[in-house]
């Protein structure tokens, strides 16, 4: 038997079905079409300051007592597979297979799960460029890092899932510092780079630092619902 080739969704249209603008993309307020219309209405109420800058908790589990249409199984399930499609297009996981080993190595460590989870990602060199305003998406990061353009203590890697440890220092070749002044120029001022990434924008160097007291959460745009990325272990 042939297997079934899968047609992936443009990136935009996988916006819209999940009602959030993931990757905080601004080309897509420059849409005009009648379709783009009621995503977008939805989408710039969330812009304003008010909510814009609200944060989230991503530790949040919340179990209702009586069940609902909010809280039915088919409902539940819905909603946990959308978390994951948020997540994975935040984070740019290209494979379930692929979250599904971070999510169980992440529930291995003794320490909460949540916090677990987001630390190991927020590690990753592709997140950290991406986070520091050095790249405008993570497609753009990882193919600095892959053009050996990335260095980390004076040596170029060129594994985007690299994983970073407190005091390494990241830092950018000579003839990609124009480009990388020109993505810093072009990014938005929110969400701001997180605490422990010192960010040097004259000398085009990141120091990464310890993490453990920062609170991840305030970081995002939208909520994660990170409990239910445990369901991905029975999916």
């Not at 990602?121 to 497609?139: G, H, P, Y």
């Amino acid at each position: 038997m042939f297997a079934k080739k899968r047609i992936r969704k443009p990136l935009y249209k996988q916006f819209v079905a999940l009602r959030e603008n993931v990757q905080n993309r601004k080309k897509l307020l420059k849409f005009k079409r009648q379709k783009w219309k009621q995503f977008l209405l939805s989408y710039e109420k969330k812009l304003k300051w008010y909510k814009k800058f609200k944060p989230q908790d991503h530790n949040k589990y919340l179990v209702s007592k009586f069940a609902s249409k909010n809280t039915s199984y088919k409902k539940r399930h819905k909603n946990s597979l959308q978390s994951i499609k948020r997540f994975k297009l935040f984070y740019g996981c290209r494979t379930k297979s692929l979250l599904k080993k971070q999510v169980l190595e992440a529930s291995q460590r003794k320490m909460f799960f949540s916090m677990s989870f987001l630390e190991m990602m927020e590690n990753r060199l592709d997140i950290v460029l991406w986070r520091a305003k050095f790249s405008f998406s993570l497609q753009s990061a990882r193919q600095l890092i892959t053009h050996g353009k990335i260095l980390v203590n004076q040596k170029i890697v060129k594994s985007s899932a690299y994983s970073l440890q407190t005091g390494d220092l990241i830092s950018v070749k000579k003839d990609s510092s124009l480009l990388i002044e020109s993505n810093i120029k072009q990014s938005d001022t929110w969400p701001i780079p997180p605490k422990h990434l010192l960010v040097n924008y004259n000398t085009m160097q990141i120091l990464f630092g310890d993490h453990k007291n920062v609170n991840l959460s305030l970081y995002f745009s939208f909520n994660l619902n990170l409990e239910q990325l445990i369901n991905i272990k029975y999916l």
